[in-house]
T-cell receptor
Framework: DGGITQSPKYLFRKEGQNVTLSCEQNLNHDAMYWYRQDPGQGLRLIYY???????QKGDIAEGYSVSREKKESFPLTVTSAQKNPTAFYLC???????????FGSGTRLTVV | AQRVTQPEKLLSVFKGAPVELKCNYS??????LFWYVQYSRQRLQLLLR??SRESIKGFTADLNKGETSFHLKKPFAQEEDSAMYYCALGRGGSEKLVFGKGTKLTVNP
């Protein structure tokens, strides 16, 4: 069953901690993306990667970091520098923009 | 800058009534446009894309380059259409989609 798996579903972080959100896909897609979804804000692009070992900043990259060591995996680290990390995070991939994106089920991060 | 505007945050219609979710975009190039839907407790999924000119679940959308719009329409709304709808703009080649802020559609019985 092909798709994108995000884990964990819920994540709680203490102030000052870094946390890493996992995103794995078995669709053989080259491009992967991280979006942040906030109520009334839509989806905002954090980082994206079009090929292994390469990634670019999106519109709201500050306080986040990523890596793309394998085609299947695109983990997102939310660092302590992110001032307002509580949000719903969505990972997506595509075989080509014209086909649209396939999304994961998301991770809800809460700072406690 | 590329931008997608969905002017209605909330839209409420009665079952059987026509529904139109508005989407306007700003882009000087040749756009690729999509509608995504997020049902309650489900993941975001592609509803339709303008290049395929298909009808999914009774929904259609026509790209109007003159008005820079890509409104989503359905002649007879169903209760199961209640969801969050996002319009998205592709900028061609860069593979990055820009999303609107979404419209929450509620279809009342």
């Amino acid at each position: 069953d092909g798709g994108i798996t995000q884990s964990p579903k819920y994540l709680f972080r203490k102030e000052g901690q870094n946390v890493t959100l996992s995103c794995e896909q078995n669709l053989n897609h080259d491009a992967m993306y991280w979006y942040r979804q906030d109520p009334g804000q839509g989806l905002r692009l954090i980082y994206y990667s079009q090929i292994v070992n390469d990634f670019q900043k999106g519109d709201i990259a500050e306080g986040y970091s990523v890596s793309r060591e394998k085609k299947e995996s695109f983990p997102l680290t939310v660092t302590s520098a992110q001032k307002n990390p509580t949000a719903f995070y969505l990972c997506a991939s595509t075989q080509g923009e014209s086909y649209g994106y396939t999304f994961g089920s998301g991770t809800r991060l809460t700072v406690v | 800058a590329q931008r997608v505007t969905q002017p209605e945050k909330l839209l409420s219609v009665f079952k059987g009534a026509p529904v139109e979710l508005k989407c306007n975009y700003s882009y000087s190039g040749s756009p690729e446009l999509f509608w995504y839907v997020q049902y309650s407790r489900q993941r975001l999924q592609l509803l339709l894309r303008h290049i395929s000119r298909e009808s999914i679940k009774g929904f259609t959308a026509d790209l109007n380059k003159g008005e820079t719009s890509f409104h989503l329409k359905k002649p007879f709304a169903q209760e199961e259409d209640s969801a969050m709808y996002y319009c998205a703009l592709g900028r061609g080649g860069s593979e990055k989609l820009v999303f609107g802020k979404g419209t929450k559609l509620t279809v009342n019985p």
